[in-house]
């Protein structure tokens, strides 16, 4: 026996959930299918971000934070602390906590909003007027779904080095970094990406002597090349080690470390890790789904094969999320699942590729959206820039947080930004002014005339837009 429905959403992570609840309120009957257990075989909605990506790892983050101002920023404030402890097994139990709370809300919401939940393993079984779907649950059982649309979100998973296999035990991917029970002394991370640069600062504010590996020279490619140096000099001067430009020869995983051999332009180097976490990207997570049996096409780097819709080359099929092409952010995915539940409910849906923030939760933070300096420089577009540093700003000195600075790139001639480029304190907040302009398509004139509050960070801003005209007022 099957059940038919309107909407079948194949992944409940923050692209495939918001979909389902989407479709819900346009009045079409939904199904959320999903596979995700937690270590003790609960099935927890909220995929890859609630359980071991966005939410714990900002949950850490902030754990980190509190332990290393306490040590090293209260002494300014005249405020000794005396006897501080650290207790990994609340910090993670705490970090648990949270998860918890949050999956268990993404089950409420389905209830609110009358979205069918079935937990299992999704395949594609046949086409024609309907698509059959068939689940495996995890005793085993099969169950038989039938919808008029599918939405696929089943995101992506860890890339692997071929020669040091994932066993989150010495050898973890963001899985077992997130879970660490003590402070690894020697932390060892292959790739200083975003992944890398955030759970490695974790570990190095809680006490781990951290060393960075990447294969390329260039530091965050992806990030504005001004704003990436500033990030080198103020990480290194943290305490990260880096060692770019890495060439290994040997990587040895035994019973008490990790030995590795390399070689990169400071020479040839033997060192030695308690842990090592491999960050060297994520790929689509398609396996087990049997597109391929009913026609779904891959692109040449295996994600599943999109118009600017997320329509796939089958009818009435969708994509969404980390599994098709794009930046592999949650907000991202989640855009595109309200954009796609609008089209099938006949609706305009629409995401703006264009003013998506990114936001590196490193301290200080890393955010941007738009165009690269670089970037602009090879599209050969002319451009003016404005920059403020956080240290004339007076709301970071209170709070502690001067190194960084805000950079906005306008066009030469019409002024319309074009680029907005943080490294400072709350730049993850900061950048939704930003991307709010873009997205009127406001000019850098527009910002320096809007009045921003005083004291803030924001004020920044204000200078930096004021800067592309040469008229900052505090610099
Ligand atoms: P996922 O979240 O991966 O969810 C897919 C779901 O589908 C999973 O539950 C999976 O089990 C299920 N599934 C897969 N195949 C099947 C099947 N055949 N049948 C049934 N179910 C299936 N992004 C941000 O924007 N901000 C951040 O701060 C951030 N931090 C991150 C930190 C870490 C450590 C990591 C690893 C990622 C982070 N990301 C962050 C990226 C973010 O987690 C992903 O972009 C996001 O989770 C993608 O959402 P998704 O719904 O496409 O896929
Ligand atoms: P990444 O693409 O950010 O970084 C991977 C790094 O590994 C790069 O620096 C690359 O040069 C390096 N690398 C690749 N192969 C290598 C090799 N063989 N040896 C050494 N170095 C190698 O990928 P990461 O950090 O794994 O994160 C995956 C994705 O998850 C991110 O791209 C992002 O989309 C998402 N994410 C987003 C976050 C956020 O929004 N704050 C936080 C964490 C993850």
Redesign the pocket.
Known sequence: MSVTYDVAV????????VAAIRCAQLGLNTVC????KNGEGKPR?????L????IP??VLLESSENYERIQHNFPAHGITVEGVKLDIATMLARKEKIVDTLTDGISVLFRKNKVASVH????FAGGGALWKLE?TQPDGDMQRIEAKHVIV????T?RQLPQVPVDNGRVVD?VGA?AFKEVPKRLGVIGAG??GM??GSVWRRLGADVTLFQAHEIFLPSVDEQVAAEALRIFSRQGLTFRRGAKFSSIKVGKKEVAIELEDKDGTAKLQFDKLIIAIG?VP?TA??DGDKVGLKLDENGYIDVDEHCRTSLPNVYA????VRGP??????SEEGVAVAELIAGQAGHVNYDTIPW?I?TSPEIAWVGQTEQALKVAGVEYRKGTFPFSANGRAHALQETAGMVKVLAHAKTDRILGVHIIGPFASELIQEAVVAMEFGASSEDIARIVHAHPTLSESFHEAALGVAKRSIHI
């Open positions: 194949i992944g409940a992570g923050p692209a495939g959930y299918i999903d596979d995700w909605l909220g995929g890859t971000c359980n071991v990506g966005c790892s900002k299992g393993r999704a395949r689940v979100a089943t995101g992506s860890p963001n997130l975003v992944i955030e759970l994520r997570n087990g789904l969404i999320g980390d599994v592999m952010l949650a907000h991202k995915g936001v939760y």
